[in-house]
Nanobody, 114 residues
Framework: QVQLQESGPGLVKPSQTLSLTCTVSGGSITTGDYAWTWIRQPPGKGLEWMGAIAYDGSTYYSPSLKSRTSISRDTSKNQFSLQLSSVTPEDTAVYYC??????WGKGTLVTVSS
């Protein structure tokens, strides 16, 4: 059973970089034709797909966030990470990592505030 767990700071100051890590267990991020994804949900709003890293390391980003987003991976730890730069309070959201097939982390709330 694949399990995903997000980790990272819950509070980030405006203009700084938000960094989150997703630790995957029960399956390798380098096998299978899967994309490992970051999704967020601002308070009171819908889900927003941010980007993904595929099993072969290829990355894909939402056009609206591409200039500020970077997704990378550490295959030795079976983790993939999100960096979102120049954050504003509008980036406050619950951030999820996920994989197709219905596998989601529990989500982590990140608040952008001074």
């Amino acid at each position: 059973q694949v399990q995903l767990q997000e980790s990272g700071p819950g509070l980030v100051k405006p203009s700084q970089t938000l960094s989150l890590t997703c630790t995957v267990s029960g399956g390798s991020i380098t096998t299978g034709d899967y994309a490992w994804t970051w999704i967020r949900q601002p308070p009171g709003k819908g889900l927003e797909w941010m980007g993904a890293i595929a099993y072969d390391g290829s990355t894909y980003y939402s056009p609206s966030l591409k200039s500020r987003t970077s997704i990378s991976r550490d295959t030795s730890k079976n983790q993939f990470s999100l960096q979102l730069s120049s954050v504003t309070p509008e980036d406050t959201a619950v951030y999820y990592c996920a994989r197709e097939g219905g596998y989601w982390g529990k989500g982590t709330l990140v608040t952008v505030s001074s």
